[in-house]
């Protein structure tokens, strides 16, 4: 039977004992049955291990087939968003806390990855957003988000202003601590807490969670996944502003500035067990079900 997958990329957190030790585990695994591996440069520098052949997110992108991603769901954003303008696939192997994007456990691996080698699996399409910063009409600055875009101001607990427009429709003004921005993927993480909904990985949709509103009648509201979100900030904001792609990737935005959220062209591929499923995992990570007393 000819292999599915025949180069395949591994990727995980530097200097972590657990994603290490996996990493090594995975390496041993897939070299003895004839895959040629590529390890992410910055974790192999902590891997005991001869003879590797290593090489950027990039790299991997470029040249293997499928992608393995050991750690959280942090480490898992910050690949995926490089690995969205790639056709290749992704894993994910929770060294993490929640792990919503990490599908195997570290204690467990071998049985359901030689599963998925093998082709019985499920595969899943997930949109990505790109948020650009706009001054005077010429674009300043733009990134891809994985979760969320989030307006906010450079100091914690600071008003600011900012009106809110959906595909060039007017939608509403607002004085709030700012605005998160997410995809059905980002539903349980930051939007969540702040009271957004959750959006199951299928939708094509887009959230807006208000962040502190001066008013109580603000509250979330879920448009089309193909609106283009714009956010234009009062003139009068005194202070400095920033727009977070994912918590990671900060762009500086200034009074008058204009954002545009929409989805971006790139899309992830997350591979997962055929037994995966996506009610199981709400239940097990927010832990659904529990007795109340």
Known sequence: MPQLYKTIGLIGKPNHEGASATIETLHDYLLENNYQVIIEHPVAKSLELKNMQTGTLTDIGEQADLAIVVGGDGYMLGAARVLACFDIGVIGVNRGH????????????????????????????????????????????????????????????????????????????QRSDGLIVSTPTGST????????????????????????????????IVVDGDSEIKLILANDNQESLQVSCDGHVILAVMPGDEVIIKKSKARICLIHPLDHNYFNVLRNKLSWGNKLY
Not at 192 to 217: D, E, K, R, W, Y
């Open 98 to 173: 929640l792990g919503f994007l990490t599908d195997l456990s570290p204690a467990d691996i071998v049985p359901p990855l030689e599963q998925i080698l093998s082709g019985k699996s499920r595969s899943e399409q997930r949109f990505i957003i790109e948020a650009e910063v706009y001054r005077h009409g010429k674009l300043k600055s733009s990134n891809s988000a994985v979760n969320e875009a989030v307006l906010h101001a450079g100091k914690v607990a600071s008003m600011i202003e900012f009106e809110v427009y959906i595909d060039g429709s007017f939608m509403f003004s």
């Open 189 to 220: 993480a930051y939007s969540m807490s702040a009271g957004g909904p959750i959006l199951t990985p299928n939708l094509n949709a887009l959230s807006l969670v208000p962040m502190f509103p001066h008013t109580l009648t603000s509250r979330p």
